[in-house]
């Protein structure tokens, strides 16, 4: 049966930043998907559509694939946003990075910021209009892996404030996430996500078993 992996990359950056993880998860005999949007122009109710069309185009009906899921910060949100209206019943597990699901503190002191809400983009703001943790509903159909980082490293020194621990620009605190198969915190920054090996050895664990190793003898 084939294995598709859809990396689903963050904001301000192109689907290419998850070309490491792509190799990697090549070599474990997935076929792999690097999936690009409109991160900052795109409202996330778009982009959301945007990945569920291109699932849809990418593997075909009807077809037994199995289907994972990887997206990184702003990406969690997309394929949490997409779970939310009918999911693919394809649709196996996802591993989520450094995403902020239930709110974002220095998302929220940007937005406050002038001219900031044009440069967070439409996605971002349409989230943090809703009501915190609106975007973390669980969902039944899919195990949906946690990955966050504790390397405080980032955004954070700038913004005040940030809770500890955190990546640099999402706090652990902010990654929980209610009916999550599996948690697990590494000493890795938010953008250091994409280049650690020691993260994709977790990603290719959850995609296999459903869980991650936490003794990390891997």
């Known amino acids: 049966m084939t294995e598709t992996a859809i990396l689903v990359h963050g904001l301000w950056t192109p689907a290419a930043v998850f070309a490491l993880h792509g190799r990697w998860l090549l070599r474990r005999g997935y076929r792999v998907l690097r999936f690009g949007y409109p991160s900052v ?3 996330l109710s778009q982009n959301a559509l945007g990945l569920k069309r291109y699932i849809a185009a990418q593997v075909a009906p009807g077809s037994s694939a199995r289907i994972h899921l990887v997206g990184h910060s702003l990406g969690g949100l997309v394929i949490l946003e997409m779970l939310r209206h009918e999911p693919d019943p394809r649709l196996r597990r996802a591993v989520l990075l450094g995403t902020p699901c239930v709110d ?5 002191r940007l937005a406050g910021m002038a001219g900031m809400p044009a440069l967070l983009g439409h996605s971002i703001i349409e989230w943090l209009s809703r009501v915190p943790g609106i975007a973390a509903a669980p969902c039944a159909a899919m195990e949906i892996g946690v990955l966050a980082g504790t390397r405080s490293v980032g955004l954070g020194r700038v913004v005040p404030g940030l809770p500890r621990p955190n990546d640099g620009v999402v706090a652990l605190a902010e990654t929980r996430l209610p009916g999550a198969a599996d948690c697990i915190a590494l000493p890795v920054a938010h ?11 977790q990603i290719a664990m959850f995609l296999e ?3 991650f190793l936490h003794d990390e003898q891997i």
Do not use: D, K, V
């Open 191 to 201: 953008s250091e996500m994409l280049a650690s090996r020691r993260c994709a050895a």
């Open 104 to 108: 974002s503190h220095c998302a929220r």
């Open 209 to 211: 078993t459903g869980r």
């Open 41 to 43: 122009r795109g409202t």
